[in-house]
Nanobody
């Protein structure tokens, strides 16, 4: 069974950090680009960051550049999103998704994703 599972969400104060992990089972994560998306209440799902299958290319939304870092360990079949200097506007459910690597340039669009995790809640509040 193909599955992606996110972990690491939670409640953090503004300026704090969280580390989200995306683990795959049932397929080899290294064959796919991986994207992180988020969806806040009443808003559309947006692409936050992506990494190509080889980790040679990355994408960051302007709103998170300089604060978030995406990385992957294909040997461990995991992708990590390190989130620093968190802001209240970062509050959302965060999802990871597997994307066919040749579609990496479209990875910020949720329609490009083949497989999705169930999401993890990130709340930034004092």
């Amino acid at each position: 069974q193909l599955q992606l599972v996110e972990s690491g969400g939670g409640l953090v104060q503004p300026g704090g950090s969280l580390r989200l992990s995306c683990a795959a089972s049932g397929f080899t994560l290294g064959n796919y680009a991986i994207g992180w998306f988020r969806q806040a209440p009443g808003k559309e799902r947006e692409g936050v960051s992506c990494v190509s299958s080889s980790a040679g290319s990355t994408y960051y939304a302007d709103s998170v550049k300089g604060r978030f870092t995406i990385s992957r360990d294909n040997a461990k079949n995991t992708v990590v999103l390190q989130m620093n200097s968190l802001k209240p506007e970062d509050t959302a459910v965060y999802y990871c998704a597997a994307i066919i690597d040749r579609l990496f340039n479209l990875c910020r669009f949720s329609s490009a994703a083949n497989y999705w995790g169930q999401g993890t809640q990130v709340t930034v509040s004092s």
